[in-house]
């Protein structure tokens, strides 16, 4: 390979991975882990609804508006998010039970349990309907699982 050629090959990739970067850096925000068998018995008291939750992350460097965001479970569970935002590097986990929602924390306010104990999908859309991320588990014996 001549010089000339080696050269423009360098400042090909070199080009390509500058490209790469800024995708990587731009980050996104998605499903980071669904808490789906609440610990003890499935009593349907608010403790134990809450105690299985869905937490979304935003690993941007901007904030995230989730207004008429949705989050569903394979059975048709929908849970639709109100006027709220994500902030950069932040999370927010939402619980199945009734509380007062919070930036880190918020509440479906069900009275029974929606993520089922041995396999169930998690789907995260944006108002339009498009799919952000969806996450599966397939596993009775545990209770949880990274997205």
Known sequence: MSVAAGCLAAATTAI???AAEPAQAAGSVHLSE???????????SNASLNGEWVQITNSTSK?????GWTLRDA???V?????SSLAAGKS???????GTDTAANRYQGR??????????????????GSTVDSCSYRNSRR????C
């Not at 009275?111 to 339009?128: E, I, P």
């Not at 209770?143 to 990274?146: D, G, H, P």
């Open 16 to 18: 390509g991975l500058a």
């Open 63 to 67: 904030a995230v508006s989730l207004t």
């Open 111 to 128: 009275s029974w349990y929606v993520w089922n104990n041995d396999k169930d999908t998690a789907t995260l859309r944006r108002s339009t």
């Open 143 to 146: 209770s949880w699982v990274y």
């Open 79 to 83: 849970y639709t998010f109100g006027r």
């Open 92 to 98: 927010v986990r939402i619980h199945t039970g009734k």
């Open 75 to 77: 059975g048709g569970h």
């Open 34 to 44: 669904i808490y789906y068998n609440s610990p003890g018995s499935d009593t349907g």
